[in-house]
């Protein structure tokens, strides 16, 4: 039987205040109205000469995961350079500005989500996104060698790994292992637990108290080294909803 830890963790979970404004659905007119304000706004700004320096980087990790799954949602994502430059560039030396542990699904790839480049997360992928000593092991490093400063535990929408583990019974024991995780999820986790999302959030809980089992983990996050986030993909949007953080962001790293 597998072990599993349970920290007390509680995450708070909020969807962005768009989201939440109640405004109906636009009609044809208005659709049509807005598309063709959108193109005009185009053709300005492609006519327009460029602003004098770039636009400033966001201020930390969380708010550059922020910016680039809003560029994805919107379909404004730059496609990833993969020239010789940007692949010479990591090569000397990689310096991640978030970890995200996210599930093995092949429809969430995180560095489209987030519109990420070369060298700009360190990944790890897991079914069900559930930590084992490997998964605990790889983020060990990633806060150890590259002091990476921020750490996403990302679930998603539909999840069948979530899915068939919490309602069937297992028949194999590698799902057995997958199942005993996220069924204590269930267990200890807080908030809605209706259907499979409240059965996603709780696994993405049950993951982060794991973690958290991990002197080295624990360490960094109690003592300002590691801000962790609870992250829910919705994979008809492409929209990623954040949990609050835990812990103070630390410094930056651009």
């Not at 659709?31 to 300005?44: N, P």
């Not at 060298?119 to 998964?135: I, P, T």
């Amino acid at each position: 039987m597998a072990r599993v830890c349970h920290f007390g963790t509680r995450l708070k979970w909020s969807r962005p205040a768009a989201d939440s404004t109640g405004m109906k659905t636009p009609g044809p007119w208005l659709r049509r109205a807005i598309r063709l304000g959108l193109a005009i706004a185009a053709f300005v700004a492609l006519a327009s000469p460029a602003p004098r320096g770039a636009e400033p980087e966001p201020a930390s990790g969380l708010e550059r995961l922020r910016a680039g799954n809003s560029r994805f949602v919107k379909g404004a994502a730059a496609p990833m350079p993969s020239g010789p430059a940007a692949r010479q560039a990591p090569a000397a030396g990689q310096q991640p500005f978030a970890m995200v542990l996210s599930c093995a699904d092949a429809r969430v790839p995180p560095e489209f989500v987030f519109s990420a480049g070369l060298g700009d997360l360190f990944v790890v992928r897991a079914a069900g996104a559930v930590v084992d000593k490997s998964v605990t092991a790889s983020l060990e490093y990633g806060v150890t060698h590259l002091h990476v400063p921020l750490l996403v535990v990302m679930g998603h929408e539909a999840c069948d790994v979530v899915r068939d583990a919490s309602s069937v019974e297992p028949r194999e024991p590698a799902m057995d292992f997958l199942a005993t995780h996220i069924r204590a999820g269930l267990r200890h986790g807080s908030g809605d637990r209706a259907g499979v999302r409240g059965a996603v959030l709780a696994t993405v809980e049950q993951a982060i108290n794991d973690l958290m089992g991990s002197s080295v983990l624990r360490a960094a996050a109690t003592g300002g080294q590691l801000q962790v986030v609870g992250a829910y993909y919705e994979l008809g949007t492409g929209q990623v909803v954040f949990s609050e953080p835990i812990g103070a962001p630390p410094t930056a790293r651009h």
